[in-house]
């Protein structure tokens, strides 16, 4: 049997493991979950259209063409305070014309029935600020919590092979380059799905919630762009998630070993939210491998970058990501066998000779 | 068979394998003893490949040892487990298709080796679930379900109740009947000594004896006997003045002697049957234990 059968075999097995363990299960939707709130709710809480009592047949007329207002025909002015003070309409319009309501001011209302001055947008692509946090915090937060949640799974699925002693009998059967191929392309694939998901749910809640298309001619392509960026990104650290899991012994020493991978996908999170207005801290960031996933796509939503320049981020990305799989594979061909304890970066990169 | 040709291995600055060589025969059940830390487990892995050697070679029916080789052989590791959160059933199909069985085959040779080690009824149920002596039987299946060309067993043994030591005694034996090469290693010399064929024994590192039970047996006799005579009519008192006899145990109806070179050991029996009716006469045939620590001293 080749090392390519082999693997196959061993990512099968992960992926039916992994799907039947209900606490991985459950990590799995709450973060869909999250995104269904996140997008579908604002949509759901903006409400309908306000209702509007007016005496007045041209104002009736006027807000019947906005689809914010349902104007409600009353037949006068009393008769529309009345309705204001029942609950039964947001607003009233009388003579003078004077607007009521009960404490707030309607400003949609009022602009609704004023005449605005002419506005000329000096950067019309820029986005609205709310939008402009939202969006790189919430590409950022996607990439560091699934980046944690599935490294680990690969940390400690590798673990306790260690651990259980299994590994012995799997190394005298198949290639450690297919135990190791075979886990990895099983995270991949399985946070690779998640990773979609959640790109549609995003999406489809962002038209919900009538995000304007200037907007969304921006994030379509910033979530288009994540998808590989993600899945070269997660693969760049997969065999490292795989090493600290070698170096690691037992379960409780896991923590500790994985913490420098644990660092290496927070620090793009935080970078990346607290510059995410310094152009060009972005743009350096958008280059480096380590960043590259969160900050590319932040960059193209801001739309700064040039078409060519995803595709020179996700090359560099993927030349490190290449060198990244034989150092990991190194670390953990170096690790695997050591089943006293926990074993140290050094001794791992040097007894890859064991094998 | 396997031939395992001068083979060295150190760890940093420590050599526990130096030119070891041994061959394990085709349907002949080959035990591996030695001291704790003598190089059993080392050895073994060696052989399955987990381990690379530092020098020296093994060959397989004639052929350098290769990995698809390797694939067909089956081990059980001294350090024994498995997937706790797994059923029993599951990681032996697994194990099976990992060794390059199709499904259908793992299923079907997995049912039947549960059954057969009277794991049948448990083999739904997660691993960790079991007691340590049927974790130990689940072991043994994943250690057989391929239907192995060679067999390496790192203290099989051990942690199993007697019952279960006659069970995959008995899988083993017809393993070596159907033409395997098993090697297994134990503590137990007794159960070595009541089921090995041939023997290696090894000791810091080094091949000691190595060949079939019965020849390091004969090659480890001295020329010592027993003589048994009736209790109730005689005694083997006499046996003192008798030339070229060195007494080494003399108790009444029974003795035990050394015999110098050149001495005729019927004629002493001769003797002892003019004196009194003998229930036996013979010589001592030393015990896997004696063997033992006469070539690791």
Redesign the interface.
């Known amino acids: 049997?080749n090392t390519l059968t082999?693997a196959k075999?061993?990512a099968a097995?992960e992926l039916r493991?992994k799907l039947h363990d209900k606490t991985f299960v459950f990590s799995m939707l709450s973060l869909l979950f999250f995104a269904v709130a996140a997008g579908v709710l604002p949509a759901l809480l903006n409400g309908g259209p306000v209702t509007v009592a007016t005496a007045d047949t041209t104002v009736a007329a006027t807000l019947a063409h906005n689809k914010e207002f349902k104007p409600l025909k009353v037949a006068d002015d009393a008769a529309a305070e009345q309705k204001v003070r029942d609950g039964a309409a947001a607003a009233a319009v009388i003579a003078g014309p004077e607007v009521l309501a009960m404490r707030e001011t309607p400003k949609d209302l009022v602009q609704a029935l004023s005449v605005s001055p002419h506005t000329r947008l000096l950067d019309p692509n820029a986005v609205n600020q709310t939008l402009a946090f939202l969006v790189p915090y919430a590409i950022a937060f996607v990439f560091f919590s699934t980046n944690l949640l599935f490294g680990m799974q690969i940390a400690q699925s590798v673990t306790?092979?260690k651990q259980?002693?299994?590994?012995?009998?799997?190394?005298?059967?198949?290639?450690v380059r297919a135990l190791l191929a075979g886990k990895v392309a099983a995270m991949t694939l399985l946070s690779l799905c998640q990773i979609t998901l959640l790109g549609i749910v995003a999406l489809t809640g962002a038209r919900f919630a009538g995000v304007d298309t200037g907007a969304l001619h921006l994030l379509e392509p910033a979530i288009g762009w994540f998808l590989p960026f993600y899945a070269i990104g997660f693969v760049m650290l997969a065999t490292l998630w795989a090493a600290v899991g070698a170096l690691a012994g037992q379960q409780q020493d896991l923590q500790g070993t994985s913490l420098p991978v644990q660092l290496t996908v927070m620090a793009p999170f935080i970078l990346v939210i607290a510059l995410r207005s310094h152009v060009a801290a972005i743009r350096f960031m958008a280059y480096f491998p380590l960043s590259a996933p969160v900050a590319m796509p932040v960059r193209l939503f801001g739309g700064h970058a040039a078409w060519w320049e995803p595709v020179a981020a996700l090359l560099i990305l993927a030349a490190t990501a290449a060198l990244m799989l034989l150092l990991g594979s190194r670390l953990y061909e170096g690790s695997l066998?050591r089943?006293n304890g926990r074993t140290s970066w050094a001794t791992a990169w040097k007894s890859r000779?064991?094998? | 068979m396997l031939y395992v040709d001068a083979v060295s291995r150190s760890f940093d600055a420590r050599r526990v394998l130096k030119g070891v060589s041994f061959a394990v025969a085709g349907g002949r059940m080959t035990g591996f003893v030695g001291a704790n830390g003598a190089g059993k487990t080392t050895t073994m892995r060696i052989i399955l490949g987990v381990l690379a050697a530092d020098e020296g070679e093994l060959t397989w029916n004639g052929s350098s040892l290769t990995r698809e080789a390797r694939q067909r052989f089956g081990y059980l590791p001294e350090e024994r487990g498995l997937y706790p959160k797994m059923t029993v059933a599951d990681q032996v199909v697994y194990l099976g298709r990992l060794h390059g069985l199709d499904r259908a085959a793992a299923v079907r040779r997995t049912a039947e080796l549960l059954d057969r080690l009277g794991l049948g009824e448990r083999a739904g149920d997660k691993l960790e679930k079991l007691s340590l002596g049927n974790q130990q039987r689940a072991q043994i299946a994943a250690a057989l379900v391929h239907d192995p060309e060679l067999l390496v067993l790192d203290e099989p043994f051990s942690g199993l109740d007697p019952l279960a030591v006659d069970v995959v005694v008995q899988v083993l034996r017809e393993r070596a009947a159907a033409g395997v090469p098993v090697l297994f290693s134990s503590h137990q010399l007794d159960v070595v000594e009541r089921l090995c064929d041939d023997l290696v024994i090894i000791a810091d590192g080094m091949i000691r004896a190595a060949g079939p039970r019965e020849r390091l047996r004969s090659d480890h006799t001295l020329p010592r006997y027993q003589l048994r005579v009736d209790g109730d009519t005689g005694d083997t008192g006499w046996l003192r003045d008798v030339p070229g006899v060195t007494l080494l145990d003399l108790d009444g109806a029974r003795a035990v002697f050394e015999l110098a070179p050149g001495t005729d050991d019927q004629e002493i029996l001769r003797a002892a049957l003019a004196r009194s009716p003998v229930r036996s006469f013979g010589p001592v045939v030393p015990t896997l234990s004696e063997i033992f620590r006469e070539v690791i001293r």
Not at chain 1, 164 to 175: D, N, T, Y
């Open positions: 049997m082999a075999l061993v097995r493991v306790e092979e259980s002693r299994i590994v012995e009998i799997l190394v005298a059967s198949v290639p066998l089943t000779t064991a094998f």
